[in-house]
C-alpha cells in the first residue's frame, strides 16, 4: 500500500508559477512509476506528465509545451511538477499517481493522492 500527499498548490496569477509535490508514504517509492494528471471543473481527469522510476524517462502532455517540469527525488519519496508560465486553463485539482509501469492512462495507475487544487487568476 502507498499513500501519496500532495502539496504547493494555491492561487497565482496568469504567468506565474507554482511547484507540486508529491510525497509518498512507505519505503518502495523507486519501485513506482510517477505520473500527475489534472481534472477541471466540468472536465475529465486528464495527464499532464510522468516520470519512470530512476527519471530517466520523462513522458508530457501537448499542453504542457515546455512549460512544466516533472522530477522525481528517490531518497525523499517525493515527486514535484514545476510549472511556470501559468495560465487561466491550468486551474484544476492536481492529482499525483504511483503505478508499475509508465504510462500516460490514468486507469493504469494503481494509487492516487487526494488531489492540491491550483487556480490561476487572469
Known amino acids: 500500500q502507498v499513500q501519496l500527499v500532495e502539496s504547493g498548490g494555491g492561487l497565482v496569477l496568469h504567468g506565474g508559477s507554482l511547484r507540486l509535490s508529491c510525497t509518498a508514504s512507505?519505503?518502495?517509492?523507486?519501485?513506482?512509476?510517477m505520473g500527475w494528471f489534472r481534472r477541471a471543473p466540468g472536465n475529465v481527469r486528464e495527464f499532464v506528465a510522468a516520470?519512470?522510476?530512476?527519471?530517466?524517462?520523462?513522458y508530457y502532455t501537448d499542453f504542457v509545451n515546455g512549460r512544466f517540469t516533472i522530477s522525481r527525488d528517490n531518497a525523499k519519496n517525493t515527486v514535484y511538477l514545476q510549472m511556470i508560465n501559468l495560465k487561466p486553463d491550468d486551474t484544476a485539482v492536481y492529482y499525483c499517481?504511483?503505478?508499475?509501469?509508465?504510462?500516460?492512462?490514468?486507469?493504469?495507475?494503481?494509487?492516487w493522492g487526494q488531489g492540491t487544487q491550483v487556480t490561476v487568476s487572469s
Open positions: 516520470i519512470s522510476r530512476s527519471g530517466d524517462n520523462i
Open positions: 512507505g519505503r518502495t517509492f523507486s519501485s513506482y512509476a
Open positions: 499517481a504511483a503505478g508499475s509501469v509508465l504510462t500516460t492512462r490514468g486507469r493504469l495507475y494503481d494509487y
